[in-house]
């Protein structure tokens, strides 16, 4: 629902916020810890993906400060909330990026993803489709969805990434090109 999703997004949001309570901070943590075994399923929805996206953006990084918390009470760190959203996500990370609800997520991920998840999500790019044989970046950047997911995974990868990429797609830019979607 669009309000109950608004709701969760000012909750996640509250972890970024300069001058946040400790309680307040260590509830907006539990409600994303709570949250987090239905963020497969919220990925696909109208507004669930923004609750997701929400949480990627407004988890604790690995360099928070959490000393003023009792992390004690946590099942896991909280600064590995973010790498288990990506591990979540990642799976299925092609389909999702083609998705139009879910490849708000997936623009994402790479962003927030840690090194690696990033070669892990480098090596499914690669892959060859099982029916078309052309690598998944390919279809990526024809899909009316998924070119943006490209595009975000361009502007964040590094260079080495970037030409290892390029040198995939290569091959393929007469045919993306002709694409709707893939002149981006």
């Known amino acids: 629902h669009v309000y109950g999703s608004r709701v969760i997004q000012c909750i996640f949001e509250q972890l970024k916020a300069p001058h946040v309570k400790p309680e307040d901070e260590t509830r907006s943590l539990k409600m994303m810890y709570l949250s ?7 990925v696909n929805t109208q507004y669930g993906n923004f609750a997701v996206t929400h949480a990627l953006v407004n988890s604790p990084s690995d360099t928070a400060d959490m000393s003023h918390i009792d992390v004690s009470q946590f099942p896991f760190p909280p600064s590995e909330i973010r790498c288990r959203i990506v591990d979540t996500i990642l799976p299925n990370i092609i389909s999702l990026s083609s998705s139009k609800f879910a490849s708000n997520v997936a623009q994402r991920v790479f962003q927030f993803s840690n090194e690696a998840q990033q070669k892990a999500f480098m090596v499914v790019l690669q892959q060859p489709q099982s029916r078309a044989g052309t690598p998944n970046i390919v279809a990526l950047m024809m899909d009316q969805y998924a070119n943006y997911v490209m595009q975000d995974v361009f502007v964040h990868c590094t260079e080495a990434q970037k030409s290892e990429l ?12 002709r694409s709707q979607f893939g002149r981006h």
């Not at 075994?37 to 919220?42: A, D, G, K």
């Not at 390029?166 to 090109?177: A, M």
Request: net charge neutral; with cysteine; charged share 20%.
């Open 36 to 42: 987090l075994e239905h963020f497969e399923s919220l």
């Open 166 to 177: 390029l040198k995939c797609v290569r091959p393929y830019l007469t045919q993306i090109s």
